[in-house]
């Protein structure tokens, strides 16, 4: 028989699973509000201790307190992942999840580097706790508007992959043409201009307008060129923009046509433009 004490401690177990459970996952009470933000908070401070690690002069000052406060995360979050694991209903969907994985990711690395040598470059993948932001912010919900945007580069690939084979050609002939005048014709020879790969590779960065400016040609008809390279530069960022902007609005038009329902017939899949029910002929409504 039973004992009835043995089954009050499990149903009490339970609801404390249950509620744990809401408020780590959910959102719809203050305490997993409040969870959330400290959360947050949380995943904020451990990140801007990852970056301040990196400064060299920061990190050898403050190595002690650093070092304090990644171990400090590292604990809490550790906790927090177990007690993920435990109120969790099936677990190995949670473990194989993508935020399963990031969890274990944001605390794997500090652990590895207690154990082996030599895997300090391991810390940057802690970097990845910004990930979790996601789910704090509880963004899964837009991925409806994420799937739009990737829709549309997607139906862009083709005049987008076009385009580019047309860049790649105009940065290498541009390059080639930049070497003979800078660095075959100019005398002494530009410096910078010593080959075509480097020629290319300035081409590239004067045509996407980044002009890190340590290679500057000399001669008036490299100026000219350099010149013509600028303009192209900026009707190339116009280019794929206005590409997918077109394919994006298709998108946008192909969901709104699909929530068109007739309150007649229900037919669905009527033109975005359209006044009157391609079915029956009744006016519909107008498009939101």
Known sequence: MDNPKTRAGEHTGNQLKEQIWRTIFLSDTPASKTFDVILLWMITASVGVIMLESVDKIAAEYAGLLHALEWGFTILFTIEYAIRIWVVRKKLRYLFSFFGIVDLLSILPTYLMLIFANTQF???????????????????????????????????????????????????????????????????????????????????????????????????????????????????????????????????????????????????????????????????????
């Open 122 to 288: 391991l810390a940057v993948i802690r970097i990845l706790r910004l990930l979790r932001m996601f789910r704090v912010l509880k963004m899964a919900r837009h991925m409806g508007e994420a799937n739009v945007l990737w829709n549309a580069l997607r139906a862009s690939r083709a005049k987008i992959t076009v385009f580019m084979f047309g860049v790649v050609a105009i940065t290498t002939i541009l390059g080639t043409v930049m070497y003979v005048v800078e660095g075959e014709l100019a005398v002494p020879p530009t410096k910078g201009f010593n080959s075509i790969p480097a020629s290319i590779y300035w081409a590239i960065v004067t045509i996407a307008t980044v002009g890190y400016g340590n290679v500057v040609p000399v001669t008036v008809v490299g100026k000219m060129i350099t010149t013509v390279i600028i303009l192209i530069g900026y009707a190339i960022i116009a280019v794929p923009t206005g590409i997918v902007t077109a394919e994006l609005n298709q998108e946008l038009n192909s969901i709104r046509m699909d929530r068109r329902e007739c309150d007649e017939c229900g037919i669905r899949g009527h033109d975005p433009k359209a006044r009157f029910c391609k079915g029956c002929g009744k006016k519909l409504s107008a498009v939101a």
